[in-house]
């Protein structure tokens, strides 16, 4: 009878206790603070963006966030990966990208390989991560994406956290990766006013976001344009 009981009370602390750990890891995620420069050159840059590319003549470089997208870097460090973003202007090795703008690529957000969130720049400020569709999309970039260095549990668990925490923030209609934007074109949200300017993506990749998807399917996002009816 006492060995019965006492492992009766045993299951329950082990249950407890899980719950407890769950609990805590679900209410210790956090968003840490690591911006990237945003003087007057970027700013100046993000309004000639706008304009050029959307036709949109508005002085303020806030956005509506109606979307968010997904993203890797393909770059296996935290450090690597910020120092992509952090200057105003982008280097002159990405030539097409360069092309269309000399602002820098950016993103609202940056996971770490460890699951660490970092938020870049404010949410509601564009960057320039999706082609047609920065004027209304924040950006999640997580950190690698190679063969070498894989996104990572901890990283997939993280941006179902954020997708979860900015769905509830903001009115957000659609969850992308990065390798979907093209299906947008002819979108309402679509306003890319060069035909030409495209670039070819696979990240996050489809087996990333259907594990997002499914961790998010709640959220009702609605279909992306290839799988409307």
Not at 12 to 33: N, P, Q
Not at 57 to 85: C, Q
Not at 196 to 218: A, H, L, W
């Amino acid at each position: 009878m006492f060995h019965k009981r006492f492992v009766e009370i045993a299951n329950r602390i082990v249950i407890v206790s899980s719950l407890m750990l769950f609990l805590g890891s679900c209410a210790g995620t956090k968003i840490m603070d690591r911006p990237i420069v945003f003087n007057q050159e970027r700013e100046k840059l993000t309004r000639e963006y706008i304009s050029e590319r959307y036709g949109l003549d508005e002085e303020s470089i806030e956005i509506t966030p109606k979307m968010i997208v997904l993203h890797w870097t393909a770059i296996p460090t935290l450090e690597g990966s910020f120092d992509a973003f952090n200057e105003a202007t982008i280097p002159g090795s990405r030539a097409t990208v360069q092309k269309a703008s000399s602002l820098n690529v950016s993103a609202q957000f940056l996971v770490d390989r460890d699951g660490t969130i970092y938020s870049l720049m404010p949410e509601n400020v564009m960057a320039r991560h999706t082609i047609g569709l920065n004027h209304c999309a924040i950006g999640i970039e997580n950190v690698g994406g190679t063969s070498e260095t894989p996104l990572t549990k901890a990283q997939l668990r993280s941006n179902i956290w954020l997708v979860k925490y900015l769905s509830s923030k903001y009115d957000i209609d659609y969850l992308i990766g990065h390798h979907e934007y093209t299906l947008f074109e002819g979108h309402a949200l679509w306003l890319e006013k060069d035909d030409g300017y495209r670039t070819e993506k696979t990240d996050p990749g489809e087996e990333f976001m259907s594990k997002v998807r499914n961790s998010t399917r709640n959220l009702n996002f609605k279909p992306i344009p290839q799988i409307q009816q």
